[in-house]
Nanobody, 125 residues
Framework: QVQLVESGGRSVQAGGSLRLSCTVS????????MGWFRQAPGLEREFVSA????????YYADAVKGRFTISRDNTKNTVYLQMNSLKPEDTALYYC??????????????????WGQGTQVTVSS
């Protein structure tokens, strides 16, 4: 059974940077699509970024484009989300998710089969 462990969330001041990590159990990580979503208090969960299996394609929400970078290290079964120029509106619980079958809608929640517990990011002004 595939399991995910997210890490890297913490409190940071506006303008700062964080790198989130998500490590996935399982022997076929390189065949998975991976996504990051976030949920702020009182709001619905929203797409942040996604990365496909090889050949790599990456996707970003407009709100984070140019500030966040997603990457993956298949040797470590890990996907990363580098977040720069953080803003208070980036404050949320960030979830990592796995698409086990590389389905065609990487920005949609329904594309993903397994979710992590989330890691909290808090950005203060």
């Amino acid at each position: 059974q595939v399991q995910l462990v997210e890490s890297g969330g913490r409190s940071v001041q506006a303008g700062g940077s964080l790198r989130l990590s998500c490590t996935v159990s399982g022997r076929t990580f390189n065949s998975y699509g991976m996504g990051w979503f976030r949920q702020a208090p009182g709001l619905e969960r929203e797409f942040v970024s996604a990365i496909s299996r090889s050949p790599i394609s990456v996707y970003y929400a407009d709100a984070v484009k140019g500030r966040f970078t997603i990457s993956r290290d298949n040797t470590k079964n890990t996907v990363y989300l580098q977040m720069n120029s953080l803003k208070p509106e980036d404050t949320a619980l960030y979830y990592c998710a796995v698409d086990l079958r590389s389905k065609p809608s990487p920005t949609r929640e329904r594309n993903y089969d397994v979710w992590g517990q989330g890691t909290q990011v808090t950005v203060s002004s």
